[in-house]
Protein backbone atom coordinates (compact mmCIF):
# COMPACT_ATOMS: atom_id res chain seq x y z
CA UNK A 1 0.00 0.00 0.00
CA UNK A 2 1.68 3.11 -0.78
CA UNK A 3 1.57 5.27 2.29
CA UNK A 4 2.34 8.46 0.44
CA UNK A 5 -1.49 8.22 -1.24
CA UNK A 6 -3.41 10.76 0.43
CA UNK A 7 -7.02 9.51 1.86
CA UNK A 8 -10.29 11.87 2.78
CA UNK A 9 -12.45 11.93 5.67
CA UNK A 10 -15.29 13.24 6.66
CA UNK A 11 -15.10 15.26 9.96
CA UNK A 12 -17.74 14.49 12.32
CA UNK A 13 -20.50 17.19 13.23
CA UNK A 14 -20.70 18.10 16.58
CA UNK A 15 -23.95 17.87 18.08
CA UNK A 16 -23.96 21.40 19.06
CA UNK A 17 -24.22 22.53 15.30
CA UNK A 18 -26.97 20.23 14.49
CA UNK A 19 -30.01 22.56 13.95
CA UNK A 20 -33.24 21.73 16.30
CA UNK A 21 -36.09 20.52 14.46
CA UNK A 22 -38.85 22.98 13.57
CA UNK A 23 -41.88 21.95 16.07
CA UNK A 24 -45.20 23.84 14.55
CA UNK A 25 -48.68 23.74 16.44
CA UNK A 26 -51.40 21.68 16.02
CA UNK A 27 -53.18 25.00 14.42
CA UNK A 28 -50.04 25.81 12.30
CA UNK A 29 -50.02 21.78 10.69
CA UNK A 30 -53.49 23.12 9.78
CA UNK A 31 -52.79 26.10 8.21
CA UNK A 32 -49.90 24.66 6.16
CA UNK A 33 -52.19 21.51 4.93
CA UNK A 34 -54.79 23.89 4.25
CA UNK A 35 -53.04 26.23 2.19
CA UNK A 36 -51.80 22.81 -0.19
CA UNK A 37 -55.12 22.53 -1.46
CA UNK A 38 -55.96 24.29 -4.15
CA UNK A 39 -59.67 24.29 -4.52
CA UNK A 40 -60.64 25.68 -1.09
CA UNK A 41 -57.47 27.64 -0.96
CA UNK A 42 -59.01 29.51 -3.66
CA UNK A 43 -63.01 29.38 -2.13
CA UNK A 44 -61.67 31.30 0.99
CA UNK A 45 -60.76 34.17 -1.61
CA UNK A 46 -64.19 33.55 -3.08
CA UNK A 47 -66.44 33.73 0.34
CA UNK A 48 -64.18 36.82 1.68
CA UNK A 49 -65.11 39.00 -2.03
CA UNK A 50 -68.73 37.33 -1.27
CA UNK A 51 -69.06 38.94 2.14
CA UNK A 52 -66.56 41.79 1.49
CA UNK A 53 -69.39 42.25 -0.96
CA UNK A 54 -72.17 42.34 1.84
CA UNK A 55 -70.07 44.80 3.99
CA UNK A 56 -69.80 47.34 1.32
CA UNK A 57 -72.82 46.37 -0.84
CA UNK A 58 -73.97 50.51 -1.49
CA UNK A 59 -70.39 50.78 -2.65
CA UNK A 60 -70.03 48.18 -5.27
CA UNK A 61 -73.64 48.42 -6.49
CA UNK A 62 -74.04 50.94 -10.07
CA UNK A 63 -77.67 51.93 -9.12
CA UNK A 64 -80.42 52.26 -6.16
CA UNK A 65 -81.47 49.45 -5.90
CA UNK A 66 -85.55 51.07 -5.04
CA UNK A 67 -84.87 52.87 -8.35
CA UNK A 68 -87.60 52.09 -10.41
CA UNK A 69 -88.92 52.49 -14.12
CA UNK A 70 -91.80 51.71 -15.49
CA UNK A 71 -89.93 51.74 -19.33
CA UNK A 72 -87.02 49.84 -18.04
CA UNK A 73 -89.17 46.89 -17.29
CA UNK A 74 -87.75 43.64 -18.37
CA UNK A 75 -84.80 45.66 -19.77
CA UNK A 76 -82.23 42.86 -21.22
CA UNK A 77 -78.64 42.87 -19.76
CA UNK A 78 -76.28 45.20 -21.16
CA UNK A 79 -73.18 44.52 -22.12
CA UNK A 80 -69.71 46.57 -21.49
CA UNK A 81 -67.72 47.52 -24.69
CA UNK A 82 -64.02 48.32 -24.47
CA UNK A 83 -63.88 50.69 -27.91
CA UNK A 84 -66.28 53.51 -29.23
CA UNK A 85 -65.71 55.28 -32.23
CA UNK A 86 -64.36 58.93 -32.01
CA UNK A 87 -65.01 62.02 -34.51
CA UNK A 88 -62.75 60.82 -36.82
CA UNK A 89 -64.08 57.79 -37.75
CA UNK A 90 -61.47 55.58 -35.90
CA UNK A 91 -61.74 54.45 -32.34
CA UNK A 92 -60.83 54.97 -28.91
CA UNK A 93 -60.39 52.77 -25.62
CA UNK A 94 -63.68 53.84 -23.24
CA UNK A 95 -65.53 51.38 -20.66
CA UNK A 96 -69.12 51.77 -22.11
CA UNK A 97 -72.57 50.52 -22.53
CA UNK A 98 -75.00 51.05 -25.52
CA UNK A 99 -78.32 52.41 -25.17
CA UNK A 100 -81.32 50.20 -25.78
CA UNK A 101 -84.49 51.56 -28.00
CA UNK A 102 -88.08 50.28 -26.97
CA UNK A 103 -90.41 49.53 -29.88
CA UNK A 104 -93.06 47.34 -30.47
CA UNK A 105 -92.95 43.62 -31.91
CA UNK A 106 -95.92 43.99 -34.03
CA UNK A 107 -96.53 40.44 -34.77
CA UNK A 108 -96.33 39.12 -30.74
CA UNK A 109 -98.02 42.28 -30.23
CA UNK A 110 -95.17 42.85 -26.80
CA UNK A 111 -92.58 45.30 -26.24
CA UNK A 112 -89.11 44.20 -27.32
CA UNK A 113 -85.97 46.08 -26.51
CA UNK A 114 -83.29 46.52 -29.12
CA UNK A 115 -79.66 47.90 -29.02
CA UNK A 116 -79.13 51.77 -29.78
CA UNK A 117 -75.85 51.74 -31.64
CA UNK A 118 -75.77 55.44 -31.28
CA UNK A 119 -76.40 55.67 -27.59
CA UNK A 120 -72.89 55.43 -25.53
CA UNK A 121 -73.21 55.55 -22.08
CA UNK A 122 -69.40 56.41 -20.90
CA UNK A 123 -68.60 53.80 -18.16
CA UNK A 124 -66.03 54.19 -14.99
CA UNK A 125 -64.18 53.40 -11.98
CA UNK A 126 -65.39 55.55 -8.28
CA UNK A 127 -68.08 57.37 -9.99
CA UNK A 128 -70.56 59.57 -8.27
CA UNK A 129 -74.19 57.77 -7.99
CA UNK A 130 -76.93 57.66 -5.35
CA UNK A 131 -76.41 59.02 -1.86
CA UNK A 132 -75.49 56.19 0.83
CA UNK A 133 -74.16 55.26 4.18
CA UNK A 134 -70.61 53.26 3.94
CA UNK A 135 -70.87 50.99 6.50
CA UNK A 136 -74.18 52.62 7.99
CA UNK A 137 -71.75 55.36 9.02
CA UNK A 138 -70.33 57.47 6.49
CA UNK A 139 -72.72 59.33 3.67
CA UNK A 140 -71.04 59.06 0.54
CA UNK A 141 -71.72 59.44 -3.15
CA UNK A 142 -68.69 57.20 -5.10
CA UNK A 143 -69.38 54.18 -6.70
CA UNK A 144 -67.20 51.27 -7.39
CA UNK A 145 -68.38 51.16 -10.93
CA UNK A 146 -71.09 52.44 -13.20
CA UNK A 147 -72.13 55.19 -15.82
CA UNK A 148 -69.91 58.78 -15.80
CA UNK A 149 -73.38 60.60 -15.82
CA UNK A 150 -75.71 59.55 -12.34
CA UNK A 151 -78.50 60.77 -14.83
CA UNK A 152 -78.14 57.65 -17.01
CA UNK A 153 -78.81 53.90 -16.37
CA UNK A 154 -77.22 50.79 -17.36
CA UNK A 155 -78.63 47.19 -16.40
CA UNK A 156 -75.45 44.99 -16.08
CA UNK A 157 -77.75 41.93 -15.42
CA UNK A 158 -81.51 43.35 -16.37
CA UNK A 159 -84.02 44.70 -15.50
CA UNK A 160 -87.00 43.32 -13.11
CA UNK A 161 -90.69 44.23 -13.84
CA UNK A 162 -90.55 47.34 -11.87
CA UNK A 163 -87.43 48.40 -13.74
CA UNK A 164 -85.29 47.71 -11.03
CA UNK A 165 -81.68 46.99 -11.17
CA UNK A 166 -81.00 43.14 -10.66
CA UNK A 167 -77.21 43.36 -10.32
CA UNK A 168 -77.58 45.82 -7.41
CA UNK A 169 -80.54 43.90 -6.11
CA UNK A 170 -78.67 40.72 -5.73
CA UNK A 171 -75.60 42.06 -4.34
CA UNK A 172 -77.26 43.79 -1.32
CA UNK A 173 -79.50 40.71 -1.09
CA UNK A 174 -75.89 39.13 -0.53
CA UNK A 175 -76.10 41.02 3.02
CA UNK A 176 -78.86 38.96 4.33
CA UNK A 177 -78.21 35.66 2.73
CA UNK A 178 -75.28 35.23 3.69
CA UNK A 179 -75.71 36.69 7.34
CA UNK A 180 -78.61 34.75 7.99
CA UNK A 181 -76.28 31.61 7.20
CA UNK A 182 -73.92 33.13 9.25
CA UNK A 183 -75.86 33.88 12.39
CA UNK A 184 -77.57 30.37 12.02
CA UNK A 185 -74.64 28.38 12.17
CA UNK A 186 -73.61 30.69 15.39
CA UNK A 187 -76.76 29.77 17.08
CA UNK A 188 -76.30 25.94 16.11
CA UNK A 189 -72.81 26.12 17.55
CA UNK A 190 -73.56 27.03 20.87
CA UNK A 191 -76.84 24.70 20.69
CA UNK A 192 -74.70 21.70 19.48
CA UNK A 193 -72.02 21.39 21.67
CA UNK A 194 -73.90 22.61 24.54
CA UNK A 195 -76.49 19.61 24.37
CA UNK A 196 -73.69 17.48 22.55
CA UNK A 197 -71.06 18.24 25.09
CA UNK A 198 -73.36 17.58 28.15
CA UNK A 199 -74.48 14.17 26.61
CA UNK A 200 -71.42 12.91 25.72
CA UNK A 201 -69.82 13.46 29.01
CA UNK A 202 -72.39 12.84 31.70
CA UNK A 203 -74.25 9.65 29.69
CA UNK A 204 -76.62 8.21 31.72
CA UNK A 205 -80.33 9.11 31.31
CA UNK A 206 -79.33 12.93 30.30
CA UNK A 207 -77.48 11.53 27.08
CA UNK A 208 -80.81 8.93 26.30
CA UNK A 209 -83.09 12.55 26.75
CA UNK A 210 -81.09 14.65 24.22
CA UNK A 211 -80.48 11.79 21.66
CA UNK A 212 -84.35 10.96 21.94
CA UNK A 213 -84.86 14.88 21.43
CA UNK A 214 -82.11 14.72 18.62
CA UNK A 215 -84.07 12.04 16.66
CA UNK A 216 -87.69 13.48 17.21
CA UNK A 217 -86.77 16.98 15.55
CA UNK A 218 -84.93 14.54 12.53
CA UNK A 219 -87.73 12.47 11.93
CA UNK A 220 -89.88 15.63 10.96
CA UNK A 221 -89.68 16.80 7.48
CA UNK A 222 -87.67 19.73 6.84
CA UNK A 223 -89.91 21.74 4.57
CA UNK A 224 -93.13 20.97 6.09
CA UNK A 225 -91.86 22.02 9.51
CA UNK A 226 -90.31 25.18 7.98
CA UNK A 227 -93.35 26.20 6.23
CA UNK A 228 -95.69 25.48 9.88
CA UNK A 229 -93.43 28.01 11.50
CA UNK A 230 -92.72 30.54 9.16
CA UNK A 231 -97.15 30.90 8.63
CA UNK A 232 -96.59 31.37 12.04
CA UNK A 233 -95.05 34.66 11.51
CA UNK A 234 -97.64 37.93 11.90
CA UNK A 235 -97.35 39.66 8.54
CA UNK A 236 -97.83 42.75 10.32
CA UNK A 237 -94.36 42.28 11.46
CA UNK A 238 -91.20 44.75 10.84
CA UNK A 239 -88.73 43.20 8.32
CA UNK A 240 -85.95 43.15 10.79
CA UNK A 241 -88.13 41.09 13.50
CA UNK A 242 -89.13 38.52 10.89
CA UNK A 243 -85.38 38.52 9.69
CA UNK A 244 -84.74 37.32 13.09
CA UNK A 245 -87.38 34.99 13.69
CA UNK A 246 -86.32 32.79 9.80
CA UNK A 247 -82.68 32.57 10.68
CA UNK A 248 -83.68 30.97 14.23
CA UNK A 249 -86.10 29.13 12.57
CA UNK A 250 -83.46 27.63 10.20
CA UNK A 251 -81.27 27.04 12.74
CA UNK A 252 -83.46 24.70 14.44
CA UNK A 253 -82.67 21.82 12.52
CA UNK A 254 -79.03 22.40 11.72
CA UNK A 255 -77.80 22.11 15.36
CA UNK A 256 -78.75 18.60 15.38
CA UNK A 257 -75.92 17.26 13.17
CA UNK A 258 -73.39 19.01 15.10
CA UNK A 259 -74.76 17.71 18.62
CA UNK A 260 -74.08 14.09 17.27
CA UNK A 261 -70.65 14.62 16.27
CA UNK A 262 -70.13 16.32 19.40
CA UNK A 263 -71.30 13.60 21.13
CA UNK A 264 -69.58 11.18 19.57
CA UNK A 265 -66.12 12.99 20.30
CA UNK A 266 -67.15 13.60 24.53
CA UNK A 267 -67.43 9.97 24.43
CA UNK A 268 -64.04 9.10 22.80
CA UNK A 269 -62.26 11.24 24.71
CA UNK A 270 -63.37 11.42 28.33
CA UNK A 271 -61.55 7.89 29.49
CA UNK A 272 -58.37 9.41 27.74
CA UNK A 273 -55.43 10.04 30.01
CA UNK A 274 -55.02 13.41 29.84
CA UNK A 275 -58.91 13.91 30.60
CA UNK A 276 -58.24 11.83 33.83
CA UNK A 277 -55.45 13.93 34.77
CA UNK A 278 -57.06 16.66 34.22
CA UNK A 279 -59.67 15.68 36.99
CA UNK A 280 -57.31 14.44 39.39
CA UNK A 281 -55.68 18.06 39.35
CA UNK A 282 -59.07 19.08 40.67
CA UNK A 283 -60.99 20.79 37.64
CA UNK A 284 -64.36 20.54 37.32
CA UNK A 285 -66.03 19.10 34.62
CA UNK A 286 -66.91 22.22 32.99
CA UNK A 287 -62.92 22.93 33.24
CA UNK A 288 -62.90 19.83 31.89
CA UNK A 289 -64.99 20.38 28.65
CA UNK A 290 -63.88 23.89 28.23
CA UNK A 291 -59.98 24.38 28.76
CA UNK A 292 -59.34 19.96 27.44
CA UNK A 293 -61.88 18.88 25.55
CA UNK A 294 -63.74 21.38 23.34
CA UNK A 295 -60.47 22.55 22.05
CA UNK A 296 -58.97 19.14 21.14
CA UNK A 297 -61.30 19.18 18.33
CA UNK A 298 -61.85 22.79 17.43
CA UNK A 299 -60.61 22.47 14.36
CA UNK A 300 -63.15 19.18 13.64
CA UNK A 301 -66.07 21.85 14.77
CA UNK A 302 -64.67 25.04 12.61
CA UNK A 303 -65.21 22.54 9.10
CA UNK A 304 -68.59 21.08 10.59
CA UNK A 305 -69.69 24.92 10.64
CA UNK A 306 -68.15 25.75 7.30
CA UNK A 307 -70.34 23.02 5.64
CA UNK A 308 -73.28 24.03 7.57
CA UNK A 309 -73.40 27.70 6.06
CA UNK A 310 -74.68 26.58 2.77
CA UNK A 311 -77.22 24.15 3.94
CA UNK A 312 -78.10 27.81 5.91
CA UNK A 313 -78.44 29.81 2.39
CA UNK A 314 -80.12 27.18 0.65
CA UNK A 315 -83.12 26.64 3.79
CA UNK A 316 -83.52 30.84 3.89
CA UNK A 317 -83.38 30.72 -0.36
CA UNK A 318 -86.05 27.71 -0.21
CA UNK A 319 -88.16 29.38 2.43
CA UNK A 320 -88.22 32.90 0.62
CA UNK A 321 -88.80 31.57 -2.66
CA UNK A 322 -91.79 29.16 -1.05
CA UNK A 323 -93.52 32.59 0.30
CA UNK A 324 -93.15 31.67 3.56
CA UNK A 325 -89.63 33.55 4.43
CA UNK A 326 -88.35 36.86 3.74
CA UNK A 327 -91.10 39.00 2.20
CA UNK A 328 -90.35 42.10 -0.09
CA UNK A 329 -89.42 44.54 0.68
CA UNK A 330 -86.37 42.79 2.43
CA UNK A 331 -83.98 41.73 -0.19
CA UNK A 332 -82.44 38.55 -0.37
CA UNK A 333 -81.53 35.78 -2.86
CA UNK A 334 -85.06 33.84 -2.17
CA UNK A 335 -87.15 36.74 -2.77
CA UNK A 336 -85.15 37.58 -6.01
CA UNK A 337 -85.74 34.04 -7.00
CA UNK A 338 -89.46 34.70 -6.41
CA UNK A 339 -89.68 37.17 -9.15
CA UNK A 340 -88.96 33.68 -11.68
CA UNK A 341 -92.09 31.97 -10.24
CA UNK A 342 -94.18 31.64 -13.48
CA UNK A 343 -92.99 30.38 -16.68
CA UNK A 344 -94.15 33.65 -18.72
CA UNK A 345 -91.36 35.73 -16.82
CA UNK A 346 -88.58 32.76 -17.16
CA UNK A 347 -89.15 32.82 -21.05
CA UNK A 348 -89.15 36.49 -21.59
CA UNK A 349 -86.93 37.59 -18.95
CA UNK A 350 -84.45 34.17 -18.02
CA UNK A 351 -82.09 36.44 -16.21
CA UNK A 352 -84.54 36.97 -13.43
CA UNK A 353 -83.74 33.49 -12.77
CA UNK A 354 -79.96 32.89 -14.03
CA UNK A 355 -78.55 35.90 -12.23
CA UNK A 356 -79.36 34.79 -8.56
CA UNK A 357 -79.11 31.57 -8.79
CA UNK A 358 -75.79 31.74 -10.30
CA UNK A 359 -75.08 33.86 -7.16
CA UNK A 360 -76.14 30.97 -5.24
CA UNK A 361 -74.27 28.02 -7.05
CA UNK A 362 -71.24 29.99 -6.43
CA UNK A 363 -71.56 31.12 -3.21
CA UNK A 364 -72.61 27.19 -1.80
CA UNK A 365 -70.04 25.61 -4.20
CA UNK A 366 -67.11 27.64 -2.37
CA UNK A 367 -68.12 27.23 1.00
CA UNK A 368 -68.44 23.63 0.37
CA UNK A 369 -64.98 23.24 -1.06
CA UNK A 370 -63.77 25.68 1.39
CA UNK A 371 -65.47 23.54 3.87
CA UNK A 372 -63.59 20.56 2.79
CA UNK A 373 -60.72 21.87 2.55
CA UNK A 374 -60.76 22.94 6.31
CA UNK A 375 -61.79 19.04 6.77
CA UNK A 376 -59.15 17.54 5.37
CA UNK A 377 -56.53 19.64 6.92
CA UNK A 378 -58.11 19.39 10.39
CA UNK A 379 -57.87 15.65 10.09
CA UNK A 380 -54.43 14.33 11.97
CA UNK A 381 -54.70 11.14 9.42
CA UNK A 382 -54.72 12.68 6.20
CA UNK A 383 -51.85 12.90 4.32
Do not use: C
Request: no cysteine; hydrophobic share 50%.
Amino acid sequence: MNMSQSTTTTPVQDADDVPAPVLLSPRALTWRKFKRHRIAWYSLYIVAFIYLMALVGEFMTPADIHKTSTRRAFAPPQGIHLFAPNAQGGTDFQLHAKGLKLEIDRKAMRRIFVTDEEKIIPLGFFVKGYEYKLLGLFPSKVHLFGPVDPKQSVYFMGADRLGRDIMSRIIIGTRVSMSIGLIGVIVSLFVGVTLGGISGFFGGWVDNLIQRLIEFIRSIPTIPLWMGLAAAIPLDWPPLRTYFVVTLIVSMIGWTSLAREVRGKFLSLRFEDFIIAARLDGLSDMEVIRKHMVPSFSSHIIASLTLAVPLMILAETSLSFLGVGLQPPVVSWGTLLKEAQNVRTIIEAPWLLIAPATMIVIAVLALNFLGDGLRDAADPHAH
